[in-house]
């Protein structure tokens, strides 16, 4: 598969991405344009640009700016994209409060986090398959944000094995929550679209569990890993096919780290 990432922030946009090398049997919704003169290319940028680091080294502190290029047509998609990634981060917010209210925190104790977040939006597009059991549109794989809302039409072919909620919720959590693998499968006769919604933290963020969850009885499970390394590293292995495993959130879990 492939898709195209729209990055939102609280008030501001990124950029276009590429698809992570797990997918699969989708084609692009968008691209970017190629070619253009330099004026034409900024015409087509958009919104205030979303940090992150340059690259994974921990000692690196360069940082990057991503910047969403919009393409000509469809003219409204430009729009259409920002409001609804603007309704996206309302919402993600509302989920954020219940799931700090769920762990017995105040509603708003994890707010801050997303200040200047690095969330993006992705548009799917799964073209028919004759052969479905021998495509996959995307590999199994666990989201490492916070959250992920989906939005799809109705031709299915989203599989999940568990709970609903991202990793990075998990490391929080100190495993209250747990962060659900999925893949998509799909379909023989019908093209299949989806729109998800990647709530991530500031690329600052140093994610380690919330210390209100841990004590002598229940120790922290994972050591604190800075998110912005994270993604750098995450996305240096998806597509550079590196020979490296694509960095996971067990990574950080010390409680295998104790028995290596
Ligand atoms: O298209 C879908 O239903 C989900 C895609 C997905 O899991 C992802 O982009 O991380
Ligand atoms: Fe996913």
Redesign the pocket.
């Known amino acids: 598969?492939q898709?195209v990432g729209i990055l939102p922030g609280d008030q501001p946009w990124g950029a276009f991405g590429e698809?992570?090398k797990d997918?699969g049997c989708?084609e692009e919704v968008l691209c970017a344009e190629p070619g253009g003169d330099e004026e034409g290319q900024k015409e087509r940028q958009g919104g205030e640009p979303t940090i992150i680091p340059t690259s994974h080294e921990p000692d690196d502190k360069e940082l990057t700016e991503w910047i969403n290029q919009w393409p000509h047509y469809p003219p409204e998609l430009r729009e259409a994209c920002q409001e609804y990634a603007q309704e996206m981060v309302k919402l993600a917010y509302k989920l954020m409060e219940l799931v700090a209210l769920s762990l017995g925190l105040p509603g708003d104790k994890l707010y801050g986090f997303f200040k200047d977040q690095t969330s993006f939006i992705?548009l799917?597009h799964?073209p028919p398959c004759p052969v479905p059991h021998l495509a996959l549109?995307?590999g199994r794989?666990k989201?490492a944000g916070a959250l992920?809302i989906?939005a799809?039409d109705d031709v299915g072919?989203?599989e999940v094995k568990r709970k609903i909620d991202g990793e990075w919720i998990r490391v929080w959590s100190n495993d209250k929550y747990e962060s659900v693998d999925?893949?998509?499968m799909v379909n023989s006769k019908r093209e299949?679209f989806?729109?998800?919604f990647?709530f991530n933290p500031a690329h600052y963020t140093l994610v380690k569990p919330l210390e209100e969850l841990t004590n002598e009885q229940n120790p922290a499970k994972y050591r604190e890993y800075s998110w912005g390394k994270f993604i750098t590293t995450k996305k240096r292995s998806n597509f550079q096919k590196l020979n490296v495993e694509n960095i996971q959130i067990y990574h950080f879990d010390m409680t295998i780290y104790e028995v290596q």
């Open positions: 598969m898709g698809a992570p997918r989708v992705r799917n799964y549109g995307v794989h989201d992920t989906l799809q072919g989203l999925h893949r998509v299949r989806s729109i998800p990647f």
